[in-house]
């Protein structure tokens, strides 16, 4: 098995952290409280997992992230990532989503369509949900029916996700109520 490391990175929406091996990145993590809680995540959820400097073509796709999060566009599709034990249903959502441009939004809907079917949506809202490489995979640009925000399993729920929409100029559909 490769050797998988992390590293724990600032951005403008809080510290982040991203995973790595051989074959590309293999988890990002959004924030959640602090550096301590980032860096007990990342070993619950990689196991015998090390931090480490990381490398170059990671050291540039944090200085992207970083970038993207405080506004400047870029869609991160031609980022390799090593999605080993990801079903093949969830690389099919995965690459549909890596084509949404910043500031724009598919639905659960539009996805499953691609794949099949709109009775998939409920499987394509499942498989963003358990999304190893968040902002990579923009699961934060997919939408419910409607254009309103649906679920975001990140911390923060629905208000980072509509947070990382509103960087990227994209318009959602929300008005919170008593049922959301």
Same mark, same amino acid.
């Given at each position: 098995?490769?050797?998988?490391?992390?590293?724990?990175?600032?951005?403008?929406?809080?510290?982040?952290?991203? *995973?790595?091996?051989?074959?590309?990145?293999?988890?990002?993590?959004? /924030?959640?409280?602090?550096?301590?809680?980032?860096? %007990?995540?990342?070993?619950?959820?990689?196991?015998?997992?090390?931090?480490?400097?990381? /490398?170059?073509?990671?050291?540039?796709?944090?200085?992207?992230?970083?970038?993207?999060?405080?506004?400047?566009?870029?869609?991160?599709?031609?980022?390799?990532?090593?999605?080993?034990?990801?079903? *093949?249903?969830?690389?099919?959502? +995965?690459?549909?989503?890596?084509? %949404? /441009?910043?500031?724009?939004?598919?639905? +659960?809907?539009? %996805?499953?369509?691609?794949?099949?079917?709109?009775?998939?949506?409920?499987?394509?809202?499942?498989?963003?949900?358990?999304? /190893?490489?968040?902002?990579?995979?923009?699961?934060?640009?997919?939408?419910?029916?409607?254009?309103?925000?649906?679920?975001?399993?990140?911390?923060?729920?629905?208000?980072?996700?509509?947070?990382?929409?509103? %960087?990227?100029?994209?318009?959602?559909? +929300?008005?919170?109520?008593?049922?959301?």
């Amino acid at each position: 098995m490769s050797e998988h490391s992390f590293a724990i990175f600032e951005t403008a929406i809080g510290p982040c952290a991203i *995973a790595w091996g051989a074959r590309g990145i293999n988890a990002v993590q959004l /924030p959640m409280g602090g550096v301590a809680q980032i860096r %007990i995540r990342m070993q619950q959820r990689c196991d015998g997992i090390g931090e480490a400097e990381p /490398p170059l073509h990671v050291r540039r796709t944090i200085t992207r992230i970083t970038a993207l999060l405080a506004g400047q566009p870029d869609d991160l599709s031609d980022v390799d990532l090593d999605l080993d034990g990801v079903s *093949a249903f969830q690389r099919g959502v +995965y690459e549909i989503a890596r084509r %949404i /441009p910043p500031g724009r939004t598919l639905t +659960y809907g539009d %996805i499953a369509k691609q794949l099949g079917g709109v009775e998939l949506s409920r499987e394509v809202g499942q498989a963003l949900g358990r999304n /190893p490489c968040p902002i990579v995979v923009p699961c934060h640009r997919v939408l419910a029916a409607g254009n309103k925000p649906g679920g975001f399993s990140a911390n923060g729920g629905v208000e980072t996700k509509l947070k990382m929409l509103a %960087i990227e100029g994209a318009a959602v559909n +929300y008005t919170p109520s008593l049922f959301d």
